[in-house]
């Protein structure tokens, strides 16, 4: 479970978000939605602790991740950031053998066929489909995903959002962003709406 | 065999530079394998050949980790202000008097030097933003330059041949090269490569940028921080004993990479072995191109290195994306 | 962080031990004080009053052929103490046209080497005549240059009496030893590392106390690129340097540090003699006790 209490962030001059409070159920998924610059990202930072709240504390299971040693958070939670680049070429195994086993994943994202191409030569969509293995097979309690979605043709979405389901079905609390209108957002179990 | 190829014209290359020189060594083969027998071979042309493949191991090394800990692929001791630091550290320390060229304590100077320099550089491209490639480049040239100059300055105001001339400082010299100097760069050699080989997992994930290394459990500020100080040890020993010699630094990370892939662990062994290649070669080819004069090796490594550094950017390549 | 400790305490303790050097004995000096020049005293009346000289050597020549009086300037490379008063009128090498014209001289001598020649064409221009002098690389050139200098200020018998005496002290001076020399040019200031061969000037000098010069013998030019190799495969048994370049490579100790030195029969044994600068290879009236004095360093170096 993630406990959000009386949140501020401010970046640079600008308070991105102001006194905010929530709940995030745990084994569960979990999306935050808005306009641009409502401070989706900025959220779902903070609670991969790549930002600490300029007032109030983030916890994850009674964890602050601000205060926590990178390699500590590293079994806590999992992050895929929205635009994932990569300079070195690796194949998309090596990649997502960083993080953790490869196998099961690549088969579930359907990226068998990838797994031994170089990914500075993939497309947009399929380096973004690495980077959310990669978070995957880190295997935390925490998966942390900033617009998945948003690259990804509908039989991937679909794929994606399956995979999600199962993994908060066996316990992972998932939090995403997302651009979808709500309607859309059946499988999730909870929406967070940044104005 | 293109994997085994370096490894081979090493040992190729190495023998020739120990047979050949400015002196021809009657019975070769039993003074090779009398040590200290023959004085020229064993006194001054293999200690300079071991001096060779030691600073080429260290300046690639110093090259690989400081393309890897800044995630570019332009990064390089001699354009972080690194090579430069290493030069005025060792120059400054040998003109208050307590030390001489190629001691240990000349190196402590330079590594010192170089370190400085570095995280000088990395401090005035990170005052603005995040440390962008952009940045960390048109600084590290600013703090190189000014450096450098300072190292001319100094040689020219004092000249004191203890603290060798701007030419050695710019285009290196393996000439003056004694026994006594290998202990220095072998140590800094050592605990660089010991280094690195320790940071390599975090350079690996380095390359998915600062954010996602973080979010894989790398301490960031920190395994740059060791990337660092391995830096300046290689090239701060490097430097400090034998001047600045171009393109090595540049050069053999990337024909390592384009060999043998991206994983910096493996490139460790690689990028050593073909920059001692690299670096030997040169110096053999400095020794013996216009006999009986030398050139300086920095001229050779430089019209070598670029055009071999261009065919290998312009050649079908993937290892390294540009932003 | 230990192996950093590591590295502190073993760099403090070479620093620690690394100071002592060895004083060595072996090493002979020549300065300008040990050597004497040859001079004449006869008087004779000169065609010129006022001569300013920008040749190497030539204002000691014309102090020998006792004419100092219609010396009224001359260039740096002029060090003896007899004319310490006469002006200075160049800069480092370079004439200054405005300071010779201002001395109205009625002569100027020069050399191949004297420049920038605008400044030459400058006093040209001026109306003051020019003479130019051979240089002198060898003990040979030194009475052709002496008969050009004696005939230029109006008095051709100096010229003659001078080299007279000159060849008589060469040929008591000649002191013959088998020793195999090397003249090492050397500015560690700026990296410059020669080794002098065939026509460097030392040759001449090596050859005079019948010694051979080793670098003369083999290599192809008159200063070649000294490497480590080439110079303990020359081998030499004494090594003559100037004062000031062996100070630029730190002394004596700094000479044997230098890849090569330590291998040959001279760093083994320290033999090394160094030359006042402007003396070693001035070609003139200080030549022929300068040999004398070579002959006898070289017989102390390698005894």
């Known amino acids: 479970m993630i406990s959000i209490n009386k949140i501020s962030i401010d970046l640079g001059s600008k308070q991105i978000i102001t006194d905010y409070s929530d709940q995030i159920p745990g084994a569960s998924i979990t999306v935050i939605l808005g306009p641009n610059g409502s401070g989706k990202s900025t959220l779902l930072n903070a609670m991969a602790g790549d930002i600490k709240p300029t007032k109030g504390t983030i916890t994850i299971d009674d964890t602050d991740p601000a205060l926590t040693p990178a390699s500590q958070l590293s079994k806590l939670r999992a992050m895929a950031i929205q635009n994932q680049n990569y300079t070195l070429g690796f194949t998309v195994k090596q990649i997502i053998e960083m993080a953790g086993d490869s196998k099961e994943i690549i088969e579930a994202l359907a990226l068998t066929e990838l797994s031994n191409r170089q990914v500075t030569t993939l497309s947009g969509g399929e380096a973004q489909r690495v980077s959310i293995a990669t978070a995957i097979a880190q295997k935390t309690p925490v998966l942390l995903l900033d617009e998945p979605l948003a690259a990804q043709d509908i039989e991937n979405r679909e794929r994606i959002i399956k995979l999600l389901q199962k993994l908060a079905v066996s316990g992972t609390t998932v939090v995403l962003v997302a651009h979808s209108s709500e309607s859309e957002l059946i499988w999730a179990d909870k929406v967070i709406k940044q104005a | ?323 | 962080m230990k192996k950093f400790g590591v590295i502190a305490i073993t760099t403090l303790a070479i620093l620690l031990t690394g100071c002592g050097t060895s004083q060595n004995l072996q090493i002979q000096t020549i300065s300008e004080n040990d050597v004497s020049k040859i001079s004449i005293d006869s008087t004779a009346n000169f065609s010129v009053s006022r001569v300013v000289v920008l040749a190497n050597g030539v204002a000691e020549i014309i102090n020998a052929l006792n004419a100092k009086s219609i010396l009224v300037g001359r260039d740096i490379s002029s060090t003896e103490k007899d004319l310490k008063d006469i002006p200075i009128v160049t800069s480092g090498h370079q004439v200054l046209p405005e300071k010779v014209i201002e001395l109205k001289p009625d002569l100027v001598i020069i050399d191949a080497s004297t420049g920038p020649r605008a400044a030459l064409d400058q006093i040209r221009t001026a109306g003051i005549k020019i003479v130019e002098t051979p240089e002198s690389w060898t003990l040979s050139d030194i009475s052709k240059k002496v008969a050009v200098v004696a005939s230029a200020i109006g008095a051709p018998a100096q010229g003659d009496l001078l080299n007279q005496a000159l060849n008589d002290e060469l040929k008591t001076s000649t002191i013959a030893t088998k020793s195999r020399i090397a003249f090492l040019y050397l500015r560690g200031t700026s990296s410059v590392y020669l080794i002098g061969g065939p026509g460097s000037g030392s040759d001449s000098l090596i050859e005079a106390i019948g010694a051979t010069d080793v670098g003369a013998q083999s290599l192809p030019n008159p200063y070649n690129t000294m490497t480590a190799e080439s110079l303990a495969t020359l081998n030499p048994d004494v090594i003559i340097v100037m004062t000031k370049g062996l100070q630029s490579v730190g002394g004596i100790s700094g000479l044997l540090k230098l890849p090569g030195v330590a291998q040959t029969q001279a760093g083994k044994n320290q033999a090394v003699i160094d030359v006042d600068d402007s003396l070693l290879l001035s070609y003139g009236p200080r030549t022929p006790s300068l040999v004398t004095a070579l002959a006898r360093a070289v017989e102390a170096v390698t005894k």
């Not at chain 2, 090579?83 to 003109?95: E, F, I, K, P």
């Not at chain 2, 320099?117 to 600013?142: D, P």
């Not at chain 2, 290196?172 to 940071?199: D, F, K, M, P, Y």
Request: include cysteine; aromatic fraction near 6%; charge should be positive.
């Open chain 2, 1 to 323: 065999m293109k994997k085994v190829a370096p490894t081979i014209l090493l040992v190729l290359v190495t023998f020739i530079a120990i047979y050949n020189g400015a002196a021809q060594i009657e019975n070769f083969w039993s003074a090779l394998f009398s040590p200290g027998s023959n004085e020229i071979l064993w006194q001054i042309r293999i200690p300079r050949v071991t001096a060779a493949l030691i600073v080429g191991a260290s300046l690639a090394l110093a090259g690989l980790i400081a393309q890897g800990a800044c995630n570019n692929a332009l990064a390089e001791p001699s354009i972080l202000g690194t090579t430069a630091g290493a030069s005025l550290g060792t120059v400054l320390a040998v003109l208050t008097g307590f030390v001489q060229v190629g001691s240990l304590g000349a190196i402590a100077c330079g590594a010192l030097g170089a370190l400085l320099a570095t995280s000088l550089t990395f401090k005035l491209a990170n005052l603005r933003s995040k440390l962008s490639s952009f940045s960390l480049i048109i600084v590290g040239i600013a703090v190189s330059a000014f450096f450098t100059a300072a190292v001319g300055l100094l040689s020219s105001m004092v000249t004191r041949a203890d603290a060798r001339s701007i030419s050695f400082w710019n285009f290196g010299s393996l000439a003056l090269i004694t026994q006594e100097n290998l202990l220095g760069i072998s140590i800094t050699a050592i605990l660089g490569a010991a280094i690195a080989w320790r940071v390599s997992p975090a350079l690996d994930r380095l390359s998915l940028g600062d954010s996602t290394a973080f979010h894989l459990g790398i301490d960031v500020p920190r395994s740059r921080l060791l990337a660092l100080i391995a830096l300046s040890l290689l090239a701060g020993g490097a430097v400090s004993t034998v001047g600045s010699i171009a393109f090595i630094g540049l050069a053999a990370p990337h024909i390592a990479r384009f060999i043998y892939g991206p994983v910096h662990r493996k490139l460790i062994f690689h990028t050593a072995i073909i920059g001692a290649l690299l670096v030997v070669a040169a110096d053999t080819i400095a020794r013996s191109a216009v006999q009986p004069n030398e050139l300086p090796i920095g001229l050779i490594t430089s019209l070598v290195g670029a055009p071999v550094l261009i065919a290998l950017v312009t050649m079908r390549n993937n290892i390294w994306k540009t932003q």
